[in-house]
């Protein structure tokens, strides 16, 4: 059984509450915090946990806190990054929806470590239930006092708001979220500077995602040594992944990284296996940006070893063979499914959500997607395959933010790895549109048997 | 272009001013431009999409120009800048939902009411479209209804057929 750090007490009927939730010791890290510790010590604990950030690029907290201007006189922000729309991700509206006060703690905290009299939390716009949730919790903080004016007496005040964003994958990238939060449309902005130097207003400002600022509650309760006891190598604490896909069990699940993957698809504590007696024919393990591996590739490396839960085993072998935690956004994919379908799927996405800021991709997205159509319809060519390889390569690592290399990376890594399914596409049009290419050779030799029910 | 449909001049109420102005308070003195989205909303709830003499008016309240108003509304995706149906269904139709059968939903609904993607029913009740991934992949397919943002999951047709009826009996 994994340790739960987060989701420890998420079945507690009323959690939700901050009655409750103060039964279950919440709010235990900001009297500790605020009244026992200064800034720069929570700031060391954070660094000494070695969490790192749980939106998707895995840069360490406590160093990114560090980098944080600190002028005199001029306001500091802390913005909560709830702007979850990575396909496959749906961990933090999942935290919001049912413990919104561990979510609020923590903001707490960190606004306290980083000296923020001011902080948002930036909700993607469809997540108005959420946003409702958030804004009770907070109204039910304040009336209690852990925010507002001289928080427990200590002297710290503290506001806490709630924005909601317009609908726009874009926004979930820092600088797009400052631009949109100040009123404007959500185009990226070129770094640096970084927003610890010029964020918010001009202002120095940290953006964490709702998963990193609900881990600052455990990481300050028990502190950084233990938290990073938990976990494997730089791969430290606990993450939550959200799977969905063909699966007997999607759902988010709080595990200790270093997990097998096999494990977390497998057993019955997570996801129970494919679903429908199926068996599984590829993933995406971190989100639909991270590149899709067959399942021989997801389950072991490519020397055979199994493949584990963490940052460093799910990206080792380079894009190759590997691929990255990214979000913790779990898709599985069983035989019946076809690639070349789930690649278009996704470039309609990316070409949908991108700000059309860069030539590159404003241009590039529209491109892949249409020459994927016309692929998965039958009307594809040979020459179209490598046309698609070209253009995901002047996208990748042209445009000012990630989302370039977003959009590329599912189609490269679907040309990389189901070369063979995009050809059969293209030489048997009639074919593909009336039954599956099937399974291949990317799940044999390590197919686990269908498990049958005791009687 | 912005489409511009038939305009009726808009009075904002002194409720929704009133929240207008609590939004306001949440941001420095002068950085009140990044009240603009909330308030977009707050308009959309009121009168079911964002007509420009609306924007003119959210424009005048935050003392900035329309054009200002017009980008963001037109960027974003959840704003209506045409009047929908009075229950606006948004099927989520990226990789995990489709996986589990989301097409096959947007192609009942549309059986279902006989409209086409973003046409308004003739009762003017219902209108649907597919939308980008709604972060909720593991309980898929999924729809929300605006303009409360109601969800609802695991969806199948005939659950899609039960929520219709009870929409029209509600109304």
């Not at chain 1, 949109?180 to 964020?199: C, D, M, T, V």
């Not at chain 1, 976990?231 to 709080?254: D, F, M």
Request: aromatic letters at 10%; hydrophobic letters at 35%.
């Amino acid at each position: 059984m994994s340790r739960k750090l987060l989701l420890e007490h998420i079945n507690v009927p009323g959690i939700n509450t901050l009655e409750v939730y103060r039964q279950k010791g919440g709010y235990r890290a900001v009297e500790k915090a605020l009244k026992t510790l200064t800034p720069e010590e929570i700031v060391e604990e954070v660094k000494k946990s070695g969490l790192r950030g749980r939106g998707g690029a895995g840069f360490p907290t406590g160093m990114k806190w560090s980098f944080l201007a600190k002028p005199e006189g001029v306001a500091r922000y802390l913005v909560c990054n709830a702007d979850e729309s990575e396909p496959g991700t749906f961990k933090d509206r999942y935290l919001m929806t049912y413990i919104p006060h561990a979510l609020i703690e923590g903001m707490i905290v960190s606004s306290f470590a980083l000296g923020a009299k001011v902080s948002y939390i930036y909700v993607r716009g469809e997540m108005m239930p959420q946003i409702r949730i958030l804004e009770k919790a907070i109204a039910e903080a304040k009336a209690a006092g852990w925010l507002g004016k001289n928080i427990l007496g200590t002297g710290y005040d503290l506001e806490l708001y709630v924005q909601p964003g317009g609908g726009a994958y874009i926004c979930g990238e820092e600088t797009a979220l400052l631009e949109s939060l100040e009123g404007k449309r959500g185009n990226p902005r070129i770094k640096p500077p970084f927003p610890a130097i010029a964020g918010l207003y001009g202002c120095p400002t940290v953006v964490n995602n709702v998963e990193s600022i609900a881990a600052v509650v455990p990481i300050i309760n028990d502190g950084g040594d233990e938290y990073a006891k938990i976990g494997i190598g730089r791969s430290t604490g606990t993450k939550l992944i959200s799977a969905s896909g063909n699966l007997v069990r999607p759902g988010v699940y709080e595990i200790e990284l270093g997990l097998p993957v096999e494990e977390f698809i497998y057993s019955d504590e997570y996801c129970g296996g494919i679903a429908n007696g199926k068996r599984l024919k590829a993933t995406v393990a971190g989100g639909s940006s991270v590149p899709i591996l067959p399942a021989n590739l997801t389950l072991k490396y490519a020397n055979g070893e199994p493949r584990l839960m963490s940052y460093e085993s799910l990206s080792e072998g380079g894009f190759a063979t590997g691929t990255m935690m990214g979000s913790g956004g779990f898709i599985a994919f069983d035989e019946d499914q076809c690639i070349v379908r789930n690649t278009w799927n996704f470039s309609r996405f990316y070409h949908h959500e991108s700000c059309g800021q860069c030539s590159p991709c404003r241009e590039g997205t529209g491109w892949m997607e249409k020459v994927l159509h016309k692929i998965e319809h039958g009307h594809g060519s040979m020459e179209d395959v490598d046309l698609l390889w070209d253009i995901q390569r002047k996208i990748e690592g042209n445009t000012i933010c990630p989302l370039g290399d977003a959009a590329a990376w599912p189609v490269a890594s679907a040309i990389r790895h189901f070369r063979d399914e995009f050809e059969w596409h293209i030489k048997e049009p009639v074919k593909s549109q009336s039954q599956n290419y099937g399974i291949a050779n990317y799940a044999t030799p390590i197919e686990k048997a269908p498990v049958t029910e005791e009687k | 272009m912005l489409k511009v449909e038939e305009q009726t001049p808009v009075v904002f109420s002194s409720e929704l001013l009133a929240k207008f102005d609590d939004v306001k308070s949440r941001y420095p003195a002068d950085k009140s431009k990044s009240a603009l989205l909330p308030l977009l909303h707050m308009v959309q709830a009121e009168y079911l999409w964002v007509s420009t003499s609306a924007m003119d008016k959210v424009a005048e309240y935050l003392n900035i120009q329309p054009i200002e108003v017009y980008e963001v509304a037109t960027f974003y995706s959840m704003y209506f800048l045409k009047p929908q149906g009075k229950y606006a269904l948004e099927v989520c139709r990226t990789g995990p939902c489709c996986l589990v059968g989301a097409e096959k939903i947007l192609s009942h609904l549309e059986n279902k009411l006989g409209v086409k993607e973003g046409e308004v029913t003739a009762d003017g009740l219902f209108s649907f479209r597919g939308v980008e991934c709604l972060a909720a992949c593991g309980f898929g397919p999924v729809l929300q209804i605006s303009p409360e943002y109601t969800f609802y999951e695991n969806l199948t047709e005939t659950s899609v057929d039960k929520l219709i009826e009870d929409l029209k009996n509600k109304s």
